[in-house]
């Protein structure tokens, strides 16, 4: 339930895993630049879900547009909201397998206004506690369902 007067805005992320990484989370760097949030930090993909789409058609695009990539799309894992400076951030994260022939990851080039990511990389779920500790909400419901 949102309290605030602030704006909601809904969002998807993805914890991808792929048999050929077992244990690995697919991690990206996002972009080290003014205004942006989280600068430079690793993080699990995510992406706001526009107008008329359902979470699991913005969790698709996201792996789709940002990644280059189709995905296996599971259940959700975690929902839960945040208090942003103007606006408060709901966010469902998903499991996604990646399938074992994709070959590699394209980051996406477009620049509608979304985060486009510097790099990935497979890394132990661990690996995203920095980001969770500065507030990635992502990172932070994605580690508590792991220890659930």
């Known amino acids: 339930m949102n309290i605030s007067h602030n704006p909601v805005k809904e ?7 792929t048999s050929s990484e077992p244990g690995m989370v697919l ?5 080290n630049e003014p205004g942006e949030e989280l600068p430079g930090m690793w993080g699990l993909p995510a992406a706001s879900i526009r107008a008329g789409e359902t979470c699991a058609e913005a969790a698709v695009r996201a792996g789709r547009d940002k990644l280059g990539v189709e995905l296996d799309l599971q259940d959700a894992l975690a929902f ?3 208090e942003r400076d103007s606006y408060v951030l709901t966010m469902t994260v998903y499991r996604a397998n990646l399938d074992v022939g994709e070959t ?3 980051l996406g080039s477009t620049h509608d206004g979304t985060t486009q990511y510097t790099s990935w990389r497979w890394a132990s779920p661990e690996a995203l506690q920095p980001a ?3 507030g990635s909400l992502c990172s932070k419901l994605y580690l508590r369902w792991l220890k659930a």
């Open 132 to 134: 969770a500790d500065l």
């Open 27 to 31: 991690m990206v760097q996002r972009p």
């Open 80 to 82: 839960g909201q945040q």
């Open 11 to 17: 969002a998807v992320a993805l914890a991808i895993s």
């Open 104 to 106: 590699g990851l394209k």
